[in-house]
């Protein structure tokens, strides 16, 4: 599909890369943002897509299923009456049926694969989208910090003594820092957020198969 390749090619850019061969970065910033959000919302659109065909490939599955279930006690019955024939007869039946339920298992397995790979594929998007805003923020920042460095070297060409260049220097400096900060905020996981989630994600599964244990031995 178009908005799959359109994905992997995204995924597989290197944004900064491209933005030091760019004239105008804050102008392919733009571009990718809009390139970006276009092919999530067909990557959300044709994932709603899957799960509605899920939907409705369950619902045929039910179906046959009971088909199938009414074979089997047709032939169940046939079997009581000493109807060997009808037997034979309802179990070809049944047969069918399960090959066609099958076939729809199948299906379903290949669709739920279908979405899983879509979520994630939408959620590494997300994830990418939002550190090319977060780039173009800096981008903005930087622009700024630019504007006020071009300011202060006007004031100095106006100014004469050391003390002058020397504020200068400091305010030169400290612009600086101020950009190496901003190049180095916001970006990467926090493993302590990962590892909470992981941990919260583990302890559910251990409470519901102790739940399941428990409702088994109730019934035993």
Known sequence: MKHMRRFKDIINANINATLDKAENPDKMIRYMVQEMEETLVEL?????AKIAEKTQVAGELREVESV??????RAE??????????AREALIEKQRAEKSANALREHLTKIDSIIGECKGNT?????KLQTVKDKQRILIQ???HAQETIIAREKIKEATGNEAFRRFSELENRIEQMEAEAEVAGF???PLKEDAFFNLEHDE?????LAKMKKKAAKK
């Open 188 to 190: 990467g996981n926090d």
């Open 205 to 209: 599964a251990i409470e519901a198969e």
């Open 123 to 127: 959620l590494k998007l997300e994830e």
């Open 44 to 48: 959300k659109a044709s994932c709603a």
């Open 77 to 86: 019955l046939a079997v009581e009456k000493g109807k060997d024939e009808l």
């Open 142 to 144: 930087r622009g700024i």
């Open 68 to 73: 199938m279930n009414r074979w089997v006690n």
